[in-house]
Structure formats: C-alpha cells, structure tokens
C-alpha cells in the first residue's frame, strides 16, 4: 500500500471516528454511557488525524477535509438519526464549506512549471 492510499484510509478513519464521536455526544444526553464513545472517537479521530499527517498529507488539505467531510455527514446524519433541521441555509453554508475545502485541495498542489523555449 502506498503513502498515498495510507493517508486517505486514516483520513477517512478520522473523519468516521469524528463524526460518531459527535453523534455520540448528542446520544449520551439520553445515554450517558455513550459517553465512553465519544472519549474513543475523538481520541481515536486525533490519532488517525496525525498518522494521515505523518504519512506526508499537507495539514491544511488534511484539517480542512476533515472538518469539511465531518460537517456535511454530521448535519446529514443528525438529521437521519436526530430528526434536526437541515435548511436551505444550512445546505447552502455546507456548499460553501464543500467548495472552500475544494480550493484549497487544489491549491495545495504546486502549478507545473514552465519549459524553457
């Protein structure tokens, strides 16, 4: 396996682990000892986070689809699991986020350079 596919399964992992340790955290209200999950999952997102990071993943590409990728599939899934509102607003702010990640992914990679003539 190479250390691009590497940093993306623990990006993934991260982002999994983030967003059920977030979805945890609003089921513990109900369930305290959900809370051990929440503990687990962010724990475990961090770890994964930082092994994503070591295996050369550019921190602002890595932090910023992780939180992005986590927003969209919290507000998503909250609405799937908690019946909470997801508005045209809120869609729209989640576009906005998507697109921002978006720019910056493709900015982190340099442009070619020129041949001479």
């Known amino acids: 396996m ?3 596919s590497q ?3 623990f ?3 991260a982002i999994l682990l983030e967003v059920t340790g977030s979805l945890s955290l609003k089921g513990a209200l109900n369930a305290p000892i959900l809370y051990a999950v929440v503990v687990a999952g962010y724990v475990g997102a961090f770890a994964c986070l930082s092994m994503a990071l070591r295996c050369r993943m550019p921190l602002g590409v ?3 689809i992780w939180g ?3 927003v969209v599939l ?3 899934l909250s609405l799937v699991l ?3 509102a997801l508005t ?3 869609t729209l702010g989640i576009a906005v986020i998507v697109a921002g990640v978006l720019l910056v992914e493709v900015g982190s990679h340099p442009a070619p350079k020129a041949e001479a003539a």
């Open 2 to 4: 190479t250390d691009r």
């Open 7 to 9: 940093e993306w399964l």
């Open 11 to 13: 990006l993934i992992g």
């Open 62 to 64: 890595a932090y910023g």
């Open 68 to 70: 992005a990728v986590g």
């Open 74 to 76: 919290t507000a998503v």
């Open 82 to 84: 908690f019946d909470e």
């Open 88 to 90: 045209a607003l809120t």
